[in-house]
């Protein structure tokens, strides 16, 4: 029995030691301490709410870790600002917020897995879902309401980049996209014997019109209208699918009057003046918080 309390001892020792070693203070915020751990599930939850953005750990671990602090640090903060300002959230919100993002996967357990192939949790990312909402809140309280955009600041940006804001060329078409080889034929013969307009109302389920520039058409597509004249189509054959692309008309590039671009203009400039405003009041936590920072 003494032989077996001594192993035992010997084995939660061990155990607090490993513990310890892969979740280490690695930071203090005022009286709030950030561990490797805590560090880990952040960059865990990035990679989560961000597939699509890489994350290169393995060219260089460390510079990307520290980036990921940092952000985690001025998160620390503005939490920490909410908390002072008393923000709460209504559990109904993060609940809405968790079954929005359950609902783009097929099951409930689709979802879990996704989860659990990224070392997360429902409960972490319940957590996580309330300090966006917080953090959100936090934000229109210090830093949206003090960002505002006047008439004359528009009209000024629209003089200055007149020649900047416009429309490019844009080609108006009509795309079917069909495996059926025939659908594609019979829609060709309805526009070559009716007109355009007579086929896309009896094709209307799957004949649509696009209007776009050809920078933003798929490369099938784009390089099908390169070669069309306006009132002809081409079917084009690509993988296991064709399309018909009817070129309706080229619409040449024009530039927009100031009615036509002032929302466009006022979004660029908040856009600006928000980004500006948002690093100053981060700054301005930093510049009253306490931080520590040990090497990771």
Not at 24 to 43: E, F, G, H, M, P
Not at 101 to 112: A, D, H
Not at 239 to 263: F, N, T
Request: net charge negative; glycine share 2%.
């Amino acid at each position: 029995m003494k032989k077996l309390l001594i192993a035992a001892i010997i084995t939660v020792v061990s155990l607090s030691g490993y513990c310890e070693n892969i979740s280490k203070i690695i930071a203090r915020v005022n009286n709030q301490v950030i561990t490797s751990k805590d560090l880990d599930d952040y960059c865990k939850m990035v990679q989560y709410r961000f597939p699509d953005d890489t994350l290169n750990f393995a060219s260089d671990k460390k510079k990307v870790k520290d980036e990921l602090l940092q952000n985690l640090i001025e998160d620390r903060l503005i939490l920490d600002r909410a908390k002072k300002d008393d923000l709460a959230i209504q559990p109904d919100l993060i609940s809405a917020k968790l079954q929005e993002m359950i609902s783009t996967y097929p099951t409930r357990e689709e979802f879990e897995n996704s989860l659990i192939e990224r070392g997360l949790t429902v409960s972490l990312l319940k957590e996580k879902i309330k300090e966006q909402f917080l953090v959100r809140q936090v934000v229109e309280r210090h830093v949206k309401s003090d960002v505002t955009v006047s008439p004359q600041e528009i009209s000024r940006y629209y003089t200055d980049h007149t020649q900047d804001i416009a429309i490019p060329q844009t080609y108006a078409l009509w795309i079917v996209q069909s495996k059926d080889k025939a659908l594609l034929d019979s829609v060709a013969a309805a526009i070559k014997e009716k007109g355009i307009e007579n086929a896309a109302s009896e094709y209307e389920s799957v004949l649509l019109r696009v209007e776009a520039p050809v920078e933003e058409l798929k490369e099938e597509i784009s390089s099908v209208v390169k070669k069309l004249k306006e009132k002809t189509y081409s079917i084009q054959e690509t993988g296991d699918a064709a399309y018909l692309v009817y070129l309706d008309k080229i619409l040449p590039a024009r530039a927009l009057s100031l009615d036509e671009a002032k929302e466009k203009i006022r979004e660029m400039i908040w856009k600006k003046k928000f980004q500006t405003r948002f690093r100053e009041w981060v700054n301005e936590l930093k510049e009253k918080a306490t931080i520590e920072i040990y090497p990771l």
